[in-house]
């Protein structure tokens, strides 16, 4: 059973950033897709980015430009690098493989402060 762990998520200011990471535990890790959500009280999680196993990027337009997502497949982890922040990125960030074959962790939150 693969386990995912998110972390790096504080309180920030605006026009901050921050870089989130995300291991998973077990074996097949570089062989998935991988992406990051995230969601806020009330709401669905959202999608926000993806890297393929071959490293081809995407990026949902909210943050298209300011995020960069990139993996390290030795370490078996995913990480999130947050430029630019706005007071509308804070919410709980998770990541998973596409399709979500991993459980959820817990995630990480993420406060940016106007």
């Known amino acids: 059973q693969v386990q995912l762990v998110e972390s790096g998520g504080r309180l920030v200011q605006a026009g901050g950033s921050l870089r989130l990471s995300c291991t998973a535990s077990?074996?097949?890790?570089?062989?998935?897709?991988m992406g990051w959500y995230r969601q806020v009280p009330g709401k669905r999680r959202e999608f926000i980015t993806r890297i393929s196993s071959s490293f081809f990027k995407y990026y949902d337009d909210s943050v298209k430009g300011r995020f960069t997502i990139s993996r390290d497949n030795a370490k078996n982890t995913v990480y999130l690098q947050m430029n630019s922040l706005k007071p509308e990125d804070t919410a709980v960030y998770y990541c998973?493989?596409?399709?979500?074959?991993?459980?959820w962790g817990q995630g990480t939150q993420v406060t940016v402060s106007s």
């Open positions: 077990g074996t097949g890790f570089s062989n998935n897709d």
């Open positions: 998973n493989a596409i399709p979500n074959i991993y459980s």
